[in-house]
């Protein structure tokens, strides 16, 4: 056989070795749990739908507009590229955070943004009524952030009362939105498998996309994830540090993960987020300090927990678990 037929020419070689270290990074960061998005260049996972989401979320708290805005500002310099914003916070914050994302569009540009909003129609009763004011709330969280579409809409609470017929009327609204384009995905948050039940009954229900839950090393359970995964929903973890004292245990202080944290040269914190993230959910934490919010995106890479680190975190939620009983 002569040389030349037996050789690649160089071009297709070369393509075939690029291939091949793409196909093994790739490979490299999946096993890792994490999919590095092409849009966001952040670790990312991909939503029931297609729809790629970044694993970390910055969320606002109850602070003030201008605290909203420089904390997001913050967020985005930080390398945060999912922005959950919240009606709860408030109509001030949530136009601080929208103004903050139009001053900071030299860091990253709306398109390369992933942006949530939410609405709460907790007290509605009744399917009409549940449909209505969860139309016209969207309706005002478009106005507020002042976008045209939203990455992911975020039903916030189940109704306190009416049964599946109201959670019906909240999900027929969030799906309408969806159908017309609004929004790349629609999501709950604080529903449990019952809740669920309601929307997943229905044939040909859209299935949310993720269900944002109270989730940490210390609180909700570690049935959690998979209770949601089996419907293909992806778990994102509210309060994820144990939320803000007084009156909570921040997670930050806490001595098991601070000496788990001393294994890889990280602090108690990383260590909580990272325990979520490698259960392959997704988290949204606050902060409005700009170390914070470093140290809180700074969980990837060769950063892993292992098999028995994340027994004895496990270990941690029960015995506090069992306490509370
Ligand atoms: N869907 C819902 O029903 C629901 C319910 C509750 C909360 N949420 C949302 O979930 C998000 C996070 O929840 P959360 O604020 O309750 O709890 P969290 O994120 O667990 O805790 C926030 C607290 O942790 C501190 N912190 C952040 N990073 C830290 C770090 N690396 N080291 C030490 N301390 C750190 C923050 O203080 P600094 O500012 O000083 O960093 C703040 O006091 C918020 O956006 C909140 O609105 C949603």
């Given at each position: 056989m002569?040389?030349?037929?037996?050789?690649?020419?160089?071009?297709?070689?070369m393509?075939?070795?690029?291939?091949?270290?793409?196909?093994?990074?790739?490979?490299?960061?999946?096993?890792?749990?994490?999919?590095?998005?092409?849009?966001?260049?952040?670790?990312?996972?991909?939503l029931?739908?297609?729809?790629?989401?970044?694993?970390?979320?910055?969320?606002?708290?109850?602070?003030?507009?201008?605290?909203?805005?420089?904390?997001?500002?913050?967020?985005?310099?930080?390398?945060?590229?999912?922005?959950?914003?919240?009606?709860?916070?408030?109509?001030?914050?949530q136009?601080?955070?929208?103004?903050?994302?139009?001053?900071?569009?030299?860091?990253?540009?709306?398109?390369?943004?992933?942006?949530a909003?939410?609405?709460?129609?907790?007290?509605?009763?009744?399917?009409?009524?549940?449909?209505?004011?969860?139309?016209s709330?969207?309706?005002?969280?478009f106005?507020?952030?002042?976008?045209?579409?939203?990455?992911m809409?975020?039903?916030?609470?189940?109704?306190?009362?009416?049964?599946?017929?109201?959670?019906q009327?909240?999900?027929?609204a969030?799906?309408?939105?969806?159908?017309?384009?609004?929004?790349?995905?629609?999501?709950?948050s604080?529903?449990?498998?019952?809740h669920?039940?309601?929307?997943?009954?229905?044939?040909?229900?859209?299935?949310?996309?993720?269900n944002?839950?109270?989730?940490?090393?210390?609180?909700?359970?570690?049935?959690?994830?998979?209770e949601?995964?089996?419907?293909?929903?992806?778990?994102?973890?509210?309060?994820?540090?144990?939320?803000?004292?007084?009156?909570?245990?921040?997670?930050?202080?806490?001595?098991?993960?601070k000496?788990?944290?001393?294994?890889?040269?990280?602090?108690?914190?990383?260590?909580?987020?990272?325990?979520?993230?490698?259960?392959?959910?997704?988290?949204?934490?606050?902060s409005?300090?700009?170390?914070?919010?470093?140290?809180n995106?700074?969980?990837?890479?060769?950063f892993?927990?292992?098999?028995a680190?994340?027994?004895?975190?496990?270990?941690?939620?029960?015995?506090?678990?069992s306490?509370?009983?």
């Amino acid at each position: 056989m002569p040389h030349s037929s037996r050789c690649l020419p160089a071009r297709v070689a070369m393509l075939l070795k690029l291939y091949i270290v793409r196909i093994i990074s790739e490979q490299v960061l999946l096993a890792c749990g994490d999919e590095l998005s092409a849009a966001y260049g952040v670790p990312s996972i991909r939503l029931n739908n297609g729809v790629m989401m970044p694993i970390m979320a910055f969320g606002a708290n109850l602070w003030s507009p201008d605290v909203c805005k420089q904390a997001t500002i913050d967020a985005l310099q930080a390398g945060f590229r999912n922005i959950w914003s919240s009606e709860i916070v408030g109509t001030g914050c949530q136009s601080a955070q929208a103004n903050a994302m139009k001053e900071a569009s030299h860091i990253v540009s709306r398109e390369n943004l992933f942006l949530a909003g939410t609405v709460d129609t907790a007290s509605c009763s009744s399917e009409q009524q549940c449909y209505t004011q969860t139309k016209s709330q969207a309706e005002m969280q478009f106005k507020v952030l002042g976008q045209q579409t939203l990455d992911m809409l975020m039903l916030d609470y189940p109704p306190r009362s009416g049964g599946c017929a109201a959670i019906q009327g909240q999900w027929k609204a969030f799906e309408e939105i969806y159908a017309a384009e609004r929004v790349r995905s629609i999501a709950v948050s604080n529903f449990d498998v019952k809740h669920l039940e309601c929307i997943l009954g229905v044939k040909g229900a859209i299935v949310p996309a993720a269900n944002q839950v109270l989730f940490s090393v210390t609180q909700g359970g570690e049935s959690l994830v998979k209770e949601n995964a089996q419907h293909s929903i992806n778990l994102q973890a509210y309060t994820p540090l144990g939320g803000t004292p007084p009156g909570r245990a921040s997670l930050a202080n806490h001595p098991v993960l601070k000496k788990i944290g001393k294994n890889h040269q990280k602090t108690a914190a990383q260590v909580a987020l990272r325990w979520i993230v490698q259960q392959n959910a997704t988290v949204c934490v606050a902060s409005s300090k700009m170390q914070h919010l470093q140290e809180n995106n700074d969980i990837f890479e060769t950063f892993r927990l292992s098999e028995a680190e994340m027994a004895e975190l496990n270990a941690v939620g029960r015995n506090r678990e069992s306490r509370e009983l």
